[in-house]
């Protein structure tokens, strides 16, 4: 698929991958388990990539990113508004993009295999890349945060009040939903190669 043109029905399915990531992120932000909103978006992502290619996993990624930006990103935008910007699209870009690359690679040997690496692959680096944006961009803030909040350890603070429990659901709403994901994938291949 990635080496051929995108069809009507890939840009049509594409775009309604795009729908689906907006909206759910959009919804997800009362859903809360710690200081952030729970990431529900990584499914139609992973989706995506596996259909269309890493290229449109990193596109829903990109999008998943901007719309992350927009509506749960204000403590740290009054923080660093550069940094901010560079940690949420590159850790939502690099979490689609990297299921896509996974998921082509293993889906030639074995579709589930492929499509539960890529399930857990999706939410590491997008969990991952948070991480290591909130030590590059974050960290005075963050130690800041952390004494406020009694811990002594910042590390320990991010793992817990940054990831935690948010991480392990997102994980395991990939995990618990991979069949479902390769039925959708096994009729989007179909689908489109019609």
Same mark, same amino acid.
């Given at each position: ?63 998943? =990113? *901007? %719309? ?5 990103? &204000?403590? /740290? @935008?009054?923080?660093? +508004?550069?940094?901010?910007?560079? #940690? ?30 890529? =399930? *857990? %692959? ?5 969990? &991952?890349? /948070? @991480?290591?944006?909130? +030590?590059?961009?974050?960290?005075? #803030? ?46 989007? +291949? ?5």
């Amino acid at each position: 698929m990635e080496k051929k043109k995108f069809n009507t029905k890939a840009l049509v399915g594409l775009g309604l991958l795009t729908a689906i990531v907006v909206v759910l992120q959009a919804m997800a932000i009362s859903i809360r388990f710690g200081v952030f909103a729970i990431t529900l978006t990584l499914v139609p992502i992973i989706v995506g990539a596996a259909l269309y290619g890493w290229k449109a996993g990193a596109w829903l990624g990109f999008v998943f =990113g *901007v %719309v992350v930006l927009m509506t749960d990103a &204000g403590a /740290f @935008l009054a923080v660093n +508004v550069p940094g901010t910007i560079v #940690t949420c699209i590159l850790k939502g870009t690099l979490a689609g993009l990297c299921a896509g690359v996974v998921y082509r690679l293993i889906s030639k040997k074995n579709r589930i295999a492929a499509v539960v690496t890529a =399930g *857990v %692959v999706s939410p590491v680096v997008n969990t &991952g890349i /948070f @991480l290591l944006g909130c +030590v590059l961009f974050f960290m005075d #803030t963050i130690k800041e945060w952390a004494a406020g909040a009694g811990f002594e350890n910042a590390g320990a603070y991010m793992v817990t009040a940054f990831v935690g429990l948010n991480f392990v659901i997102e994980l395991a709403v990939n995990l618990v939903l991979s069949s479902a994901i390769v039925a959708i994938i096994e009729y989007g +291949v179909k689908s489109v190669k019609e």
